[in-house]
């Protein structure tokens, strides 16, 4: 009679016992009901169709109009030259301010990060400022420049400069002792180090500060182009409110929350693309 051997310390598994395999769990997932996964859209639509409801019940003030009114504007108004004018002025401004604050953001950041001595003597100021809306420096803009797409793009920057920054920052600073020593044993320069080390620790706070400053920026783009007709979409929602062209203003207000959203889309699409070799990024496949 043979006996099966048990190695010490190890319980034996229970009788058909199999451990989870990956393509069963792969299985699991894809296998998830279709309302689960089609959830989000279906609260979006009622939401929409209760909105719609109210406003024909005249449950919500004249400036509220139903939504079939402001998707009607909204028809009407894509095809116009005026729309596709202001939209290319808008996503101008937004993608200049997003390109020189993450730039200046990045740099920055890796700077603080890498000396601990310069974060410490600055970081009482970055911390005022950081908190410091960016229109607030928008009176002095105005008279140093005028009401030009200058402003709108600087103040973008400014809001782009901070997420960026502080995200870079954390991710440097965050770099394992171990990995830094290593580097150093190994023999290696500091510009190795950056390409080596650093970049590959930091990529995903980076990417981070990328999504989080694309929407900064365009918060404050848009708020500029209301307050100080700068050209673009929310120049127009200004003209629009104005004038008491309810339809058309909502309309341009939920193309500026559909510009946020393929912004946030995109760019976590080609952060998932691009960093699909990061250890985080892997785990969060399986």
């Known amino acids: 009679?043979?006996?099966?051997?048990?190695?010490?310390?190890?319980?034996?598994?229970?009788?058909?016992?199999?451990?989870?395999a990956p393509a069963a769990a792969a299985e699991r997932r894809a296998s998830r009901p279709w309302l689960l996964r089609g959830l989000p859209w279906l609260t979006s639509l009622g939401i929409l169709v209760l909105w719609e409801l109210i406003a024909r019940a005249g449950w919500l003030p004249p400036e509220v109009p139903p939504i079939s009114a402001i998707g009607a504007a909204l028809v009407d108004l894509i095809p116009t030259a005026g729309f596709v004018h202001a939209l290319m002025a808008t996503l101008e401004q937004v993608a200049v301010g997003l390109a020189g604050g993450a730039v200046a953001g990045l740099?920055?950041?890796v700077?603080?990060?890498a000396v601990p001595l310069l974060y410490r003597l600055v970081h009482y100021p970055l911390d005022f400022l950081r908190f410091v809306p960016a229109v607030v420096f928008l009176p002095l803009l105005l008279l140093l420049l005028g009401a030009t797409p200058r402003v709108s793009t600087l103040l973008g920057m400014v809001g782009a400069l901070w997420p960026m920054l502080f995200q870079t920052f954390y991710g440097v600073s965050g770099i394992n002792d171990v990995l830094r020593d290593s580097a150093r044993v190994f023999g290696l320069r500091a510009h190795q180090r950056l390409g080596?080390?650093?970049l590959p620790a930091v990529l995903p706070f980076v990417a981070t500060g990328v999504r989080l400053a694309a929407s900064h920026v365009l918060v404050v783009v848009v708020a500029v182009e209301i307050i100080a007709s700068v050209r673009g979409i929310g120049a127009d929602i200004a003209v629009y409110a104005s004038n008491a062209v309810y339809p058309s203003m909502y309309a341009l207000v939920f193309v500026v929350g559909v510009l946020g959203v393929l912004a946030n889309v995109g760019l976590l699409a080609i952060e998932r693309r691009l960093l699909r070799w990061h250890i985080s990024y892997r785990e969060e496949a399986r």
Do not use: I, N, R
């Open 111 to 113: 700077a603080l990060g």
């Open 107 to 109: 740099v920055l950041g």
């Open 1 to 20: 009679m043979s006996t099966q051997q048990t190695p010490t310390g190890l319980a034996p598994a229970p009788a058909g016992f199999d451990a989870p």
């Open 196 to 198: 080596h080390v650093v």
